[in-house]
């Protein structure tokens, strides 16, 4: 709840990002049962295409969660 808080209220701050999605990468069939990892990392880089810290952080989440292709495009 807390990673979900944080990334709402500051949208830039990449760990907060970073962090929810592994979060629910991890235990998100425990946590959120059909909640995408991804979601709101995605829409915050869609948000702020200037951020290439968050892109880059994106893409690097993307590649650790075996999405190549996804991380290619960001890329």
């Known amino acids: ?15 907060g990002h970073t962090t929810l999605a592994n979060l629910l990468w991890e235990y998100g069939p425990a946590l959120a049962p059909g909640d995408d990892p991804a979601a709101r ?3 915050a880089v869609r948000q702020q295409p200037g ?23 960001q890329v």
Do not use: I
Not at 1 to 15: L, N, Y
């Open 41 to 43: 990392y995605a829409e």
């Open 1 to 15: 709840a807390q990673a979900r808080r944080t990334v709402a209220e500051h949208p830039g701050f990449v760990p």
């Open 51 to 73: 951020n290439g810290a968050l892109r880059l952080s994106y893409s690097q989440f993307l590649m650790a969660s075996r999405q190549p292709e996804a991380a290619l495009a």
